[in-house]
Structures are given as C-alpha cells and as structure tokens.
C-alpha cells in the first residue's frame, strides 16, 4: 500500500469535508438570519411630535427624524423601550428627509415646499440652521457627496436639483437634472459618481455625477409600478426598488448602462425599502400595510418572510446597529419599535 498517497487522499476528503461543512455552516447562519425577520418578538410605539416620514441613522442608537409639522428631531435610541427626544429643528417644518455629511457636523434637510435646509450639529446636540434655499417644487429627499460639497434634491416634478453646499450658509444651484415625471427620492453610490433617481411613473434614471455641473444621463429602467425609494447593495451592484403597487424589484446595475430586472416580490404599497447589514434581508415599508420582510439572499428568487404589522403608516425602516430592532416612521403615529428577538 502506497502510504504517502493514501495520507494525501485523506488529507483531500477531509478538507473537502471541512470547505463543504463551512459553506452549509455559512448558508445555514443565512437562512437563520433571514428566518428571525419573519416575525416580531414585539412591537411597541413612540409618539413623538408632527408626522415622521424618515429615519435616519447619525451615530450608533442617535437618530434624526424627519417630522412635518415638528421639524427635525434628534432621538436616542440606546434603550429603544425607553427612547427619548434630545433635541428639535423646529424651523424646518416641512421635513421630509435628512442627509447627513460623512463628519456628522451638517445636516441637509429636504424640507418639502420650503427646500434645502442645511444645519449645524453642536456636541452638546444642539441643532442651528445655517443656510437654506427655496427650490422650484417640492423637496422630497436629499443625497450628499461623499466631500459633503454637492446636495442632490429630489425636487418632486422639477427633477433633480444640484446644489453647491460647500458654503453652509450660501448654497447655490449649479445644476438640474430633468426626469419625465415626480423625482420622489435620490441616492448616491459609495464613490459619489453615480446618481439613481426614483422618478415614480418614469421608473429610475442613473446619472453620471461625476461632474456635478454637468451631470450626464447613463440609462433608465422601467419599473412594474411607480418607483418610490432606493436602496443599494453594498457591493453597489444590486438597486432595490420599492415600486407602490409593483412591490418590490431587484435590478443587476454591475453595468450601469445596462441595468437589467433580476429578481421582484408582492406588496402591496411599496414605499421604501432598507437592507439588513448581511445584505441578506430587505424590509420593505408597505405605507398601510405595515413592514413586509423579504429574503433576498438569492436575488433571482425573492422570498416574502412575513408582515409585521405597525402603528400607523410605515414610510421608512432603519435598523439599529445590534440589526435586531427596527424602527419604522410611522406618520402621526411618530415611530414603531420592533424587535425581532
């Protein structure tokens, strides 16, 4: 008997055996991530003031909220039975959506009719306004470059409004990007350059921003329903659409120039959409029919986990860092809290 080939022929097995237990280990963490989504543990409310249409993470449990009517709210969420508000924007009354540059020191706020709105956060978490700019229409949502120079707005049937916010208290308008219906939310890729415009009926436009004076048209893609938000793959090569009645649908945009439909799942008012850190699940805000939660580790086959019902409206849903409490903007109802274990 040949010992050395019968030693290499078990060293072969077992690390065969080893590389196929750590995948079926790796796919079954996974699907037990994606499986604890489908339910809540438990959901609990917290009113706050005006009508919350978007949470956005600033650091850790710190978030900024989005409520017409009260402005722009800095809540603590370190202990999310117990949450509590620290500080209100109470001038931008018209807030639909925050931005926040990547030293957390400004905020660029879409505040509806009254435009942009650019805030200074203090360290003791106080909120000043600093500048603000009146555009044509109705300011909807807002992205900001990576370099917290350039604010894109979501400016409703004006398109998409490019703006200079290099100077806090002087932005001024350097740019227009016309879509063929109502811009309703923007978003950037991680490198600034790429610029994807839920345009509602006119399904999404992905623009070259690279120049930011002169912003570049690279393709649209047709969408089933109107495309209300966005949400990127954090490798960049996947755009999740949130499509109203047209549910949910997964574009490959790896070639922004041909982006191509690969994968789409049920709901009924899509309104935005926000990924689990792994990627793995999509937690889609279904306007009255609370959070729909959707494996979407296999993207060609998306898989409806469950629906968690909420208080009031669902416009939007951030997670926290631990990724197992969500927080959902609610309206009038202020947020939902649920917890999945």
Known sequence: ????????????????????????????????????????????????????HNITPLNGNIMLLAAQGAGVILADFGQPESPRIVSTAPFSTQAE?????????????????????????SGNGQLKLLGRLDTPSFAFDVAI??????????????????????????PRVIATIPTQASAASVLLSANGRTLYIADQASGIHIVNVSTPFSPQ????????????????????NRLFSANNTGGLQIFDISQPQFPRM???????????????????????????????????????????????K?????????????????????????????NFR
Do not use: W
Request: glycine letters at 10%.
């Open 1 to 52: 008997m040949d010992t050395c080939n019968h030693k290499q022929k078990t060293t072969g097995h077992r690390n065969l055996f080893l590389y196929l237990s750590l995948i079926g280990l790796l796919l079954f963490s996974h699907l037990t991530q994606a499986a604890s989504y489908q339910q809540a543990a438990n959901t609990t409310h917290f009113q706050t003031p005006g009508e919350v």
């Open 262 to 308: 690969i994968g789409q799942a049920n709901t009924q008012n899509a309104f935005a959409v926000t990924l689990s850190a792994d990627n793995q699940t999509a937690f889609v805000s279904d306007l009255f029919n609370g959070v729909q939660t959707i494996n979407v580790a296999q993207p060609y086959q998306p898989v409806n986990l469950g629906s968690i």
């Open 217 to 236: 048209p690279i393709a649209r893609a047709k969408t089933r329903g109107h495309a209300q938000g966005l949400a990127l793959s954090t490798d960049g």
């Open 97 to 121: 959506a925050v931005a926040i540059s990547r030293s957390g020191q400004r905020i660029y706020v879409a505040n509806g009719a009254g435009g942009l709105d650019i805030l200074a956060l």
């Open 145 to 170: 470059s990576p370099d917290s120079k350039i604010a894109y707005i979501a400016d409703n049937t004006n398109g998409v409004v490019v703006v200079d916010v290099s100077h806090s208290a002087q």
């Open 310 to 338: 909420t208080h009031g409206t669902a416009e939007g849903v951030t997670l926290l860092p631990n990724q197992t409490t969500a927080l959902v903007a609610g309206g009038k109802s202020g947020v939902s809290i649920i």
